[in-house]
Structure formats: C-alpha cells, structure tokens
C-alpha cells in the first residue's frame, strides 16, 4: 500500500511528484509568496522555517510528501501524512497553494487526484486536520463534501507557540467522488 502511494499522480490538468531535492528551491520559493499563511500553520514553511520543516515531513516513513502542479507550473505541496496500512486511514495535509491558485477550483482538482490515488491504493478513510482559525480551508473542505466530525480542543502547540485547536474532517471511500462537481 504504502508504495502505491508514493508514485507519482495526473488528474485534471494538476500532477505531484514525490518531494526530492531538485525540487526544493522552487517549492521553497512559493511557499514565500504568502509568508503570512504560515502564522496559522502547525509547521513553519515560510523562508525561515521552510528547510526544517519540509526535512521533517520528509523523514517521517509514515509520511509522503508531494509537490503540485498546474500544467507544467509549480503550484504547492501536499502530503500523505501518518499513513496507517492496518486501519487504512492516511490524513490529507500539509497543503500549500500558491496565492493565484486559491479559489480557482485547483483544490478540487488536487484533492480529487489525491483521495482517488489513496482510495485505489486501499484506503477506506481520508483524514483532515485544520487550525478552527482556517476559515479558508474548512469552507474548502466543506465544498468538497467532507464530513467535520469535531474539534480536538487544545490539540498541539505551532510554531508560533499558539495552543492549536483543530478541526477533524473525514471522507470514505464509498463517499467519492461526490455526485456533482463541487470545484
């Protein structure tokens, strides 16, 4: 399982590629384009934290870092994170859009690559796990149909030293692809 989800995915007009070194300059580039996001992030992927963070999902076996693409362009990242083979349950996240790609339908698209690629591999559940202070993301995960199924409270500490609530979402694999497109 776990190698069925470390190839590289194309959907609609976006594709990933297993994080590796050549990429890291430009994807560290656009992580910068919006160095504010990062305040309510877990991690630090801004130009200061980007290097240590990115090494940390990396080093992570249960982890499986991916960039993204739009056509041939760099559009972010996101990862298969704590993938567990026994529970087949991964979690969705570390997800970065450059700023130009938001609220285009790149997320549905991206997603839609993803859960599909997860699903196929023999996943049941698809885990998402956002800061309650990501008005942004939560309506995304909304819009894709996923399922909040509460909030642990008090969940971590960021980087910032902010005590982290997080809101859980979830989809099944019988829940997907949705019945319409919600791009």
Not at 32 to 44: G, K
Not at 49 to 62: H, K, Q, T, Y
Not at 71 to 79: E, K, P, Q, T, V
Request: with cysteine; hydrophobic share 40%.
């Amino acid at each position: 399982m776990i190698a069925c989800l470390s190839e590289p995915m194309a959907g609609d007009g976006v594709s990933a590629l297993p994080f590796d070194e050549t990429l890291r300059a430009a994807l560290k580039a656009a992580c910068a384009e919006d160095d504010r996001i990062w305040q309510i992030y877990s991690l630090d992927f801004g130009p200061d934290g980007f290097d240590a963070s990115i090494d940390r999902f990396v080093r992570n076996p249960l982890n499986r870092v991916f960039v993204l693409f739009e056509g041939r362009d760099l559009a972010g990242m996101s990862s298969f994170l704590g993938i567990d083979e026994s529970r087949q349950v991964l979690e969705i996240g570390g997800t970065y859009y450059r700023p130009h790609l938001r609220g285009t339908g790149f997320n549905f698209r991206a997603k839609d690559m993803m859960l599909r690629r997860a699903f196929e591999c023999g996943i049941r559940r698809a885990e998402f796990r956002v800061d309650v202070r990501n008005a942004r993301s939560q309506a995304a995960l909304a819009r894709l149909g996923a399922v909040r199924e509460g909030v642990i409270r008090a969940d971590r500490i960021t980087w910032t030293g902010h005590v982290r609530d997080t809101a859980i979402y979830s989809i099944l694999q019988e829940e997907w692809p949705p019945a319409r497109n919600l791009g």
